[in-house]
Nanobody
Framework: QVQLVESGGGLVQAGGSLRLSCAASGRTFPFSVYAMAWFRQAPGKERELVGA????????LYGNPVKGRFTISRDNAKNTVYLQMNSLKPEDMAVYYC????????????????WGQGTQVTVSS
């Protein structure tokens, strides 16, 4: 019951940076009660966690491949979640999806019931 729209994807060289945004609208509950996450899916691979953030922004969790390079954040006043991606590698190339759920922070695809359409991130070497 929340519409999510990702933006900010594109083409970047290895070692570069991108900042993805996810705008939420049409919510049944205030945005501040949703835990949010970014997932990604590369061709031939399962969708995997990139990062998750609690409703208040006080807790975060990252998938191992992006720890130390990516940062998830949120601005509840703007109904937006961000993913700052630094030191990008070719293996980061994937479609990145924003996801939302009521209740606490979660890390698996099945825990989230609202999804954006995805935004493509391409990393050249």
């Amino acid at each position: 019951q929340v519409q999510l729209v990702e933006s900010g994807g594109g083409l970047v060289q290895a070692g570069g940076s991108l900042r993805l945004s996810c705008a939420a609208s049409g919510r049944t509950f205030p945005f501040s009660v949703y835990a949010m996450a970014w997932f990604r899916q590369a061709p031939g691979k399962e969708r995997e966690l990139v990062g998750a953030i609690s409703s208040s922004g006080g807790s975060t969790l990252y998938g191992n491949p992006v720890k130390g390079r990516f940062t998830i954040s949120r601005d509840n006043a703007k109904n937006t979640v961000y993913l700052q991606m630094n030191s990008l590698k070719p293996e980061d190339m994937a479609v990145y999806y924003c996801a939302a759920r009521l209740s606490g922070l979660a890390t698996t695809v099945g825990d989230f019931n609202s999804w954006g359409q995805g935004t493509q991130v391409t990393v050249s070497s």
